[in-house]
């Protein structure tokens, strides 16, 4: 998978974590679901936030189509 650019993230005093994709707003998450978020961010941290915020795709959806196995 291609390395994905651009994303942080801010952790606010309310305990939610936003991430942001180019400088904006991409997701907020909150409660439970924020602690995990920072447990897995420090792995990989660009892929992690990618995955988080639904933008891991980006880039390969028109050479997928064009393959043999998916051309029908």
Same mark, same amino acid.
């Given at each position: 998978?291609?390395?994905?650019?651009?994303?942080?993230y801010?952790?606010? *005093?309310?305990?939610?974590?936003?991430?942001f994709?180019?400088?904006?707003?991409?997701?907020?998450?909150?409660?439970?679901r924020?602690?995990?978020?920072?447990?897995?961010?420090?792995?990989?941290?660009?892929?992690?936030? *990618?995955?988080?915020?639904?933008?891991?795709?980006?880039?390969n959806e028109?050479?997928?189509?064009?393959?043999?196995?998916?051309?029908g």
């Open positions: 998978m291609p390395e994905a650019h651009g994303f942080a801010e952790e606010r *005093a309310d305990g939610s974590v936003v991430i994709h180019h400088g904006r707003p991409a997701t907020t998450v909150r409660g439970a924020a602690g995990e978020f920072l447990a897995e961010v420090d792995d990989d941290p660009q892929g992690v936030m *990618a995955r988080w915020t639904g933008n891991y795709r980006r880039g028109r050479t997928g189509k064009n393959h043999p196995r998916n051309r």
